[in-house]
């Protein structure tokens, strides 16, 4: 969002095998998390305070109206997505 704000375009870079073209937006993608410790005690350093809980996401899904372009090791998909994945997996 900020780098839309600031009219600085956004590219994501991921390998295709990252990429279903099965879903039909971002809202399916399974995000991983991780645990609390990598952010309450990086290196087992213990930055918070005693009691401190963290939420972890391993990434975030961007929406696809933010996006300029990914870059893949196939080539470089434009919006609209819908098309230039279908392309990509046909």
């Known amino acids: 969002m900020l780098a839309r704000r600031h009219g600085v375009p956004f590219y994501v870079v991921a390998p295709t095998s ?30 918070a305070p005693e009691g401190t809980r963290a939420w972890n996401p391993a990434f975030d899904v961007t929406p ?16 609209p997505y819908g098309e230039s994945i279908g392309k990509l997996h046909g």
Do not use: N
């Not at 937006?25 to 930055?47: C, K, L, N, S, T």
């Not at 696809?64 to 919006?79: F, N």
């Open 18 to 47: 990252t990429i279903d073209p099965s879903l039909a937006d971002g809202r399916g993608i399974p995000v991983e998390e991780r645990g609390e410790e990598e952010v309450i005690a990086p290196y087992g350093m213990r930055f």
């Open 64 to 79: 696809a109206e933010l996006i300029a372009a990914i870059v893949t090791e196939r080539g470089v998909l434009r919006p």
